[in-house]
Every structure is written in C-alpha cells, then in structure tokens.
T-cell receptor, first 114, second 115 residues
Framework: GAVVSQHPSWVICKSGTSVKIECRSL??????MFWYRQFPKQSLMLMAT?????????EQGVEKDKFLINHASLTLSTLTVTSAHPEDSSFYIC??????????FGEGSRLTVL | AQSVTQPDIHITVSEGASLELRCNYSYGATPYLFWYVQSPGQGLQLLLKYFSGDTLVQGIKGFEAEFKRSQSSFNLRKPSVHWSDAAEYFC?????????????FGTGTRLQVFP
C-alpha cells in the first residue's frame, strides 16, 4: 500500500522554542493531508486539514497561529509548533490519501516539551 | 455529539485464543465504520471497514467485524490470535466512505498476547 512517512519520530525541545514536523507521501501525490494529535490514553483528534497550495483548515479550538501548517508541495506537509510549551507535548500523526482513496497514516511524531 | 467508545483500554490474551475488541459509536447519520491497527513505530493500518450491505465484514490478517445497528456496535473479532497481533487497535467512524475528512476515533485498545 501507499506510504506516508513522518520526521522526526521523536523530538524533545525546550519551552518557548519552535518545532517542525514533516509529513511526506512517499509514493503518491496528496493534495490533502491531515494532522491529528493524540494525548496519552485519549483518542486521535483531528487538528487541521492541510491543502496543497492554499491555507489549512483548522478544527474548532485549534490555534492556527500556534500550529502552523504548510503544504507547499504535493508530497510534503509540515506542522510547526510555535513557542512550544509543556502542554503541547503530544503524539502528532499525519495522514494522506491518493486521490479519493483510502487514508494512509504516518508513524507519528512524539513531541516532548521541557 | 458524535463519539466512539472503546471500553477496554488493555486486553491480554494467550496466543491461539479468540479475541473480541469492543466498539460502540454514537452517530446521527449512517455510519461508516473502520478498524485500524497500530504497531509500535508504525502508522495506523486499515484492518477493515463497513459502509453498507453485509453486516459481517472481513478484513486483513484474519480479522472480522460485525455491525449491529441495534446495539450501535462494531466489534472486532479474530478466532485465533497470533503473537504478531499485539498492537494498539482503534475503532473510528466517518461521515462518508472515502472522504473521511473527519474521522472520529476511539481511545484505542492495547492488545497484549502471551505465548
């Protein structure tokens, strides 16, 4: 099946710094990618929909100025957590689909903010 | 509000034993239901999905799930568990068959398999 890859898989940063997480579709082009967040023992929550060449669509309650999403190419979307704080520590997962087909998920990126 | 409940946070079974993972949903319209598996260090992989028709759906790796509208359930089953099935399992409900832009996930069930 199609492959979606995230980098880094694990990152630790100091409070107040910014962290960028990449999501790549390795063998297909994705005009739309999705970013989720998963807190421990909680379900995956959709944060935003990343649209190639246009602004991302954020879910209610997600701060767009804090979670910057850029989808500059058909194979890459990035999520930047700006001025990260310990409460932003979480597991971030992206997904993408080729055309209108099945969703494929990345392996996730664990962010720890000290 | 739409929601998915997986009542069991952690399940332990012996290899070769049967397995049933529970999933209940609350959704106002016709649900599109999914089961995903996540192994350590890997992305979520689709096991099976239900859109319509036969309420018993077959998936990969020998898994099956049965949609019961009267019980708002979509439980995942496997007759004989293998050690490689140890993973996290997520049930999800979506608004449509493929354009599931807003999948609603359960909290997951972690499966541990003893030899």
């Amino acid at each position: 099946g199609a492959v979606v890859s995230q980098h880094p898989s694990w990152v630790i940063c100091k409070s107040g710094t910014s962290v960028k997480i990449e999501c790549r579709s390795l063998d297909f082009q994705a005009t739309t990618m999705f970013w989720y967040r998963q807190f421990p023992k909680q379900s995956l929550m959709l944060m935003a929909t990343s649209n190639e060449g246009s602004k991302a669509t954020y879910e209610q309650g997600v701060e767009k100025d804090k979670f910057l999403i850029n989808h500059a190419s058909l194979t890459l979307s990035t999520l930047t957590v700006t001025s990260a704080h310990p409460e932003d520590s979480s597991f971030y997962i992206c997904s993408a689909r080729p055309g209108s087909g099945e969703l494929f998920f990345g392996e996730g990126s664990r962010l720890t903010v000290l | 509000a739409q929601s998915v409940t997986q009542p069991d946070i952690h399940i332990t079974v012996s290899e070769g034993a049967s397995l049933e993972l529970r999933c209940n949903y609350s959704y106002g319209a016709t649900p599109y239901l999914f089961w995903y598996v996540q192994s350590p260090g890997q992305g979520l992989q689709l096991l099976l999905k239900y859109f319509s028709g036969d309420t018993l759906v077959q998936g990969i790796k020998g898994f099956e799930a049965e949609f019961k509208r009267s019980q708002s359930s979509f439980n995942l089953r496997k007759p004989s568990v293998h050690w490689s099935d140890a993973a996290e399992y997520f049930c999800a409900v979506g608004a449509s068959a493929y354009n599931t832009d807003k999948l609603i996930f359960g909290t997951g069930t972690r499966l541990q398999v003893f030899p």
